[in-house]
């Protein structure tokens, strides 16, 4: 696999309640704008996506933002970052983040973060891209997802081949480490906490 040049991060349009969280996308960040890596993002301020840009952009990185002219209000399209493009509506946004990246990456967030993973994961299953696509476990906040998937495969609704299609990982090292090694060498790793 060559080099990723785009890492597109699903996360919260929220803080949560852990407080490791909002550094962790900020950590995440930097590490993007220390290796080069344009972040592509849904384009808000708020939340863990506000806090994973800002760490880029602290940092002299790129960052690529897609935000639909509706959730301009409640997201807040963020005025600070390379690239910010205001779309008609949410599935021009996710093809567009999709077409932009080379890998993608879960932080911890809600039904927004669930519904764009598994729409990956399942375009995976269809055979429409083979992406990285990793789920940073952060303080194993992501346990139950991937207890439902191994759940899923036990009882019939999936095959076990699904559980290749995205790998689990316990800190933004191995994420990077992943994301750097050779596809047939990658390990679904899972599930870890940090
Ligand atoms: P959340 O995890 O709910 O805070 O949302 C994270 C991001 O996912 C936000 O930018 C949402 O706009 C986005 N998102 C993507 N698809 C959806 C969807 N079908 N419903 C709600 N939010 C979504």
Redesign the pocket.
Do not use: A, N, P, V
């Given at each position: 696999m060559s080099p990723i040049t785009s890492l597109c991060v699903?996360?919260?349009?929220?803080r949560g309640v852990n407080p490791d969280f909002i550094p962790l996308a900020r950590e995440l960040g930097r590490e993007l704008a220390t290796r080069n890596i344009r972040l592509v993002y849904?384009g808000?301020r708020v939340?863990l996506?506000g806090a994973c840009a800002d760490g880029v952009m602290a940092h002299g990185g790129r960052v690529f933002g897609v935000?639909p002219q509706h959730?301009q209000d409640r997201?807040v399209g963020h005025s600070g970052i390379s690239e910010l493009k205001v779309v008609d509506n949410?599935h021009t946004?996710?093809r567009m983040m999709f077409d932009h990246s080379d890998a993608f990456c879960v932080l911890p967030?809600?039904?927004?973060?669930?519904?764009?993973f598994f729409e990956v994961v399942t375009w995976r299953q269809l055979g429409m891209h083979d992406k990285p696509i990793i789920v940073l476990n952060a303080g194993g906040y992501w346990d139950n997802l991937v207890g439902m998937i191994d759940r899923i495969v036990d009882d019939g609704f999936a095959q076990p081949s699904v559980r290749q299609y995205f790998s689990v990982v316990n800190s933004i090292g191995r994420l990077f480490d992943l994301l750097a090694a050779p596809a047939e060498t990658q390990e679904p790793d899972f599930p870890d906490r940090i």
């Open positions: 699903y996360c919260g349009s929220s849904g808000g939340g996506m935000i959730l997201e949410m946004r996710k967030g809600g039904l927004g973060t669930l519904e764009e």
